[in-house]
């Protein structure tokens, strides 16, 4: 059951569907469909409000093929503080060094997968 512009409760705010113009993909995992990191934030921002939400980074690290991150984003949705934990990720190019910037694009991976959880760009997943 998806939301949609009527749904005015939080999680139907959180929900609802982005322009498709905002839609962009990711041709290196397959064609997947996405919501970049920023309108995302903004969606956090809008409904729970700059201080209704937060995220932070619990663990990070490097495999031989990627950079790692566990998230955690914390929120308060009506009166209620909750928090979600996903992992994000970012593919090592073949010859390029670990570094700071794998990090951040780790950690957008990961808020955005928190927030997929709260219903933020939710449709966007497949099923599987």
């Known amino acids: 059951m998806g939301a ?30 996405y919501v970049p990191w920023n309108l995302v934030a903004d969606r956090l921002n809008t409904v729970l409000t700059i201080t209704g939400w937060s995220f932070e980074i619990i663990r990070e690290g490097f495999t031989q093929n990627e950079a790692w991150v566990l998230g955690r984003l914390t929120a308060t949705i009506d ?39 709260f219903g933020v760009a939710l449709y966007l997943t497949d099923a599987e």
């Open 4 to 33: 949609d512009m009527t749904d005015q409760t939080t999680y139907g705010r959180l929900a609802e569907h982005f322009p498709t113009e905002a839609h962009k993909t990711l041709q290196a995992r397959g064609g997947q469909t």
């Open 79 to 117: 009166g209620e503080t909750t928090f979600r934990d996903q992992y994000g990720c970012a593919d090592i190019m073949l010859g390029q060094s670990p570094n700071t910037d794998l990090l951040k694009k780790a950690g957008t991976d990961a808020l955005k997968k928190c927030a997929q959880v």
